[in-house]
T-cell receptor
């Protein structure tokens, strides 16, 4: 069974631009969560989608948004990029919300 | 609001010795706890879990202990191996809820 895939793996953007990251969960998994990882901050929870509905949301500004499609694939969008948005963005999928999550390799976003 | 805290950002242990990674939490509603391991350039991978109704779970070289009264859990790795060098995340969760990750502890196992 294929694992969680994320595209692109690396991305360089400039301040003010917007970016869309994509995540394909493990087949059959309906829950997709997004995390931001920065040095010293661990994994900061962004949001969780289940059956196309956002069910949980972390403490990030409205510039961070996401959605989930009927095939459970998910996208995350960041608008008006700031230097502080530079981070590794991780996507994780699970059969149901919570419990064991399977992570993708992440997308490394650099904002210049 | 850091509901799961890993107060030691790093730990260095000699190969063959025991590694003990500690974690404290504030949310008494967590139903279970997980430990994830992360190597550079890879996503975290699940290592071991424990239900909140248990006080110990063992899987090979890895044992997790839970002390609910102290809101504390620990991961023991015996014996430690160089391949165990990674960042370890302590995670709390509740059924149908989100997961709460600690900031991680970098374990280095030296020969």
């Amino acid at each position: 069974k294929a694992g969680v895939t994320q595209t692109p793996r690396y991305l360089i953007k400039t301040r003010g631009q917007q970016v869309t990251l994509s995540c394909s969960p493990i087949s059959g998994h309906r829950s997709v969560s997004w995390y931001q990882q920065t040095p010293g901050q661990g994994l900061q929870f962004l949001f969780e989608y289940f059956s196309e509905t956002q069910r949980n949301k972390g403490n990030f500004p409205g510039r961070f948004s996401g959605r989930q499609f009927s095939n459970s694939r998910s996208e995350m969008n960041v608008s008006t990029l700031e230097l502080g948005d530079s981070a590794l963005y991780l996507c994780a999928s699970s059969l149901e919300a919570g419990w064991e999550q399977f992570f993708g390799p992440g997308t490394r976003l650099t904002v210049l | 609001d850091q509901q799961v805290k890993q107060n030691s950002p790093s730990l260095s242990v000699q190969e063959g010795r025991i590694s003990i990674l500690n974690c404290d939490y504030t949310n008494s509603m967590f139903d279970y706890f997980l430990w994830y391991k992360k190597y550079p350039a890879e996503g975290p991978t699940f290592l071991i879990s424990i239900s909140s109704i248990k006080d110990k779970n063992e899987d090979g070289r890895f044992t997790v202990f839970l002390n609910k009264s102290a809101k504390h859990l620990s991961l023991h790795i015996v014996p430690s191996q160089p391949g165990d060098s990674a960042v370890y995340f302590c995670v709390g969760g509740s059924t149908l809820g989100r997961l709460y990750f600690g900031r991680g502890t970098q374990l280095t196992v030296w020969p």
